[in-house]
Each structure stands twice: as C-alpha cells, then as structure tokens.
C-alpha cells in the first residue's frame, strides 16, 4: 500500500492539459493524502501553439503563483495531468491524439529545469479516477472505471482497491475500442468509442446526420449561423434540451453506442461503479435511456445489475483534483 505520509511539503502546484484548454493551479493539502485540498489559485490558458509555447506559459504562470504565496521552490512538487498515451514513469507524453504536434514532448524533465521543483506526470484518466475515488463518486468502491468523456475518451482503472496501469502503463484506452465498422473517427479510428463518445465525436455524429437532413429537405435545428463544419456538441446539447426532435436524435445514436462500449467494460471488468466526467456528467440524461436499452441488450445481466452508472462529483474540479492527484502518488 502507497504510504500516508507525502515526500514533501503540502504545496502542490498542478497542470491539468486538455485538448482545448489548459490550467495551472496551486493547492495545498494536508499530510495525509486522505486530508482534504485546499485550492489556493487558479489560471486557466487556450492550447494554441506548439508545446513549447504552451507549456512556456504554463510553467510562467505557475511560478508567479508560487512566488505570490511565498512558498519556496523545496516546499513545492509539480503534479502534470494529460491526455494519453503517455510514460508516466519517464516523464514523456507520447503522441496523445486530441494534442496534434506533441510527440515525444518531456514534461516533467521540462518543468522541473523551468521551475526548479520535482514534477510527476499521469494519464489525465487516471488521475481523476483517482480523485473522484478519493474524494467523489468513487469513495468506498474498491472496483471503479472512470471515464473522461471530454475531449476525448479514456478509461482509469481502480481495481481490488488500487489503481491499475497495466504492463506499460497504457491500461484504459477505452476510447480505441471498435465499436462500428463506420463512424466518427476518434482516437485514429472509425467507428471507435471515443468516435462515438467525446465532444469531437458527437460534432461529427451531428454533422453526418445534418448532411443527410438537408439532403432529405429537412431542417437542422442546431447548425446555427456559421453552418454545418462548426457544429459542436455544445450546440446540440443546447439544442436537445429545448426538445427539438433531431438534437435528441444524435445524442441517443451516441447514447446506444455508449451502452454498448460500458457493456464491454462491464462484461470484462466487473466493477460495481462507472463514474463518468464531463459532457455525461452535463448531458447524461439526453442519452441515458438509449445508453440503458444497449446495456440491457450485450451486457451480462449479473454483472450489469451490480454495477451503477453515475456522473462524475467532482464537476468542472475534477481536472484541478486530477493534477494535484498526480503529485501525491
């Protein structure tokens, strides 16, 4: 078992990087890492640009923040949350495909020359897996899946009690799973999970299917002013919930397929929950009941009825949680 007691001071200077945005934050908790978390201040920036200007500006963020506080560079670790693949033992993201351009890219080697302090790098998944067993929707589970529904789609794995990685670190890639010969591309796949299941999957979805409403001479209630290439989910979920028939439409198509990748998850893994961030935790009742008559129809029914399905607690926190996480382990 991990040990109670933090290597250093209980300052913790986190970087939660997304595919759209970025956040640099700092926190302190207590000793234990059982001990609530203090947030002390927060910077949120747009992921434009190369990694090195990206990280540039986190990294000059970040110290401002420690020297306004008075905290010393020893008193200090970096916790890095970001999408995977990643080595979080080296320190390397590797590739992510909501980061075009990040290749190879050496974070924490990066920050700790920067700043000047140790910098831990995690699997954004599995650092809000973490934070939401520790302090949302997961505590008192010992078999729990998060999964990120963002951006992107990943998976973080608490099992028998503990995280788990798997050999090289990649367990939880949900989001490459086939579920469809054909669909929105996600994660370099059609018809993947996160094709089906991710913000930038859900646009495509509602792109395709407006396509072929105005083919059929029919109307789109959700293509708004600039037309069908800038369709976002956030349009359609704002759209589905004043109602209109065809918004309802793409996120029940994204709902069944939904049921159909935790039926997967469920079968193989057996976990008595499945919290769920992001656009779910927003919009999960737009597509729950499709999501529900999928997982009804593959999922084995033993397993199905011992496992419950919730929005993540941690709300628009968990990224904050998952980088401060991600400096305790």
């Keep these: 078992m991990e040990s109670d007691n933090m290597e250093r001071d209980n300052y913790i200077l986190g970087m939660d990087i997304g595919g759209t945005k970025s956040a640099v934050l700092l926190a302190r908790t207590g000793r234990k890492k059982t001990d609530g978390i203090e947030f002390l201040e927060?910077?949120?920036?747009?992921?434009?640009?190369?990694?090195?200007?990206?990280?540039?500006?986190?990294?000059?963020?970040?110290?401002?923040?420690?020297?306004r506080h008075g905290i010393l560079p020893d008193d200090c670790v970096i916790g890095i949350s970001c999408g995977g693949p990643l080595d979080s033992g080296s320190g390397v993201i590797l590739s992510p495909p909501n980061l075009p351009g990040w290749?190879?890219?050496p974070i924490t080697e990066y920050m700790e020359q920067k700043l000047g302090m140790p910098a831990r790098l995690k699997n954004d998944a599995d650092a809000c897996a973490l934070a939401e067993w520790r302090y949302g929707a997961g505590q008192g589970c010992r078999h729990m899946i998060f999964l990120t529904f963002g951006t992107g789609l990943g998976a973080g794995l608490i099992l028998n009690g503990r995280l788990y990685q798997g050999a090289c670190?990649?367990?939880?890639?949900?989001?490459?799973?086939?579920?469809?010969?054909?669909?929105?591309?996600?994660?370099?796949?059609?018809?993947?999970?996160?094709?089906?299941?991710?913000?930038?999957?859900?646009?495509?979805?509602?792109?395709?299917?407006?396509?072929?409403?105005?083919?059929?001479?029919?109307?789109?209630?959700?293509?708004?002013?600039?037309?069908?290439?800038?369709?976002?989910?956030?349009?359609?979920?704002?759209?589905?919930?004043?109602?209109?028939?065809?918004?309802?439409?793409?996120?029940?198509?994204?709902?069944?397929?939904?049921?159909?990748?935790?039926?997967?998850?469920?079968?193989?893994?057996?976990?008595?929950?499945?919290?769920?961030?992001?656009?779910?935790?927003?919009?999960?009742?737009?597509?729950?009941?499709?999501?529900?008559?999928?997982?009804?129809?593959?999922?084995?029914?033993?397993?199905?009825?011992?496992?419950?399905i919730v929005p993540a607690a941690l709300g628009d926190r968990i990224g904050d949680y998952g980088a401060v996480v991600a400096a305790l382990e």
């Design 103 to 105: 290749d190879e890219v």
């Design 42 to 67: 927060r910077c949120a920036v747009p992921t434009k640009g190369s990694w090195q200007e990206v990280l540039g500006i986190l990294a000059l963020r970040g110290g401002e923040m420690v020297k």
């Design 169 to 308: 670190g990649m367990a939880g890639e949900a989001g490459h799973i086939r579920l469809d010969q054909d669909g929105p591309v996600g994660y370099g796949k059609a018809g993947s999970f996160e094709g089906f299941c991710s913000g930038g999957g859900i646009a495509q979805l509602a792109r395709r299917m407006a396509a072929e409403a105005l083919k059929e001479g029919k109307n789109v209630s959700y293509s708004g002013k600039k037309g069908l290439d800038f369709i976002t989910a956030k349009d359609v979920a704002e759209a589905a919930e004043c109602g209109m028939e065809d918004a309802l439409q793409v996120y029940g198509c994204s709902g069944r397929y939904f049921g159909r990748g935790l039926a997967v998850l469920i079968d193989i893994l057996n976990p008595e929950r499945i919290v769920v961030g992001s656009i779910f935790a927003r919009s999960g009742k737009l597509m729950r009941e499709e999501m529900e008559k999928e997982l009804r129809k593959e999922a084995l029914p033993e397993s199905l009825a011992a496992c419950a």
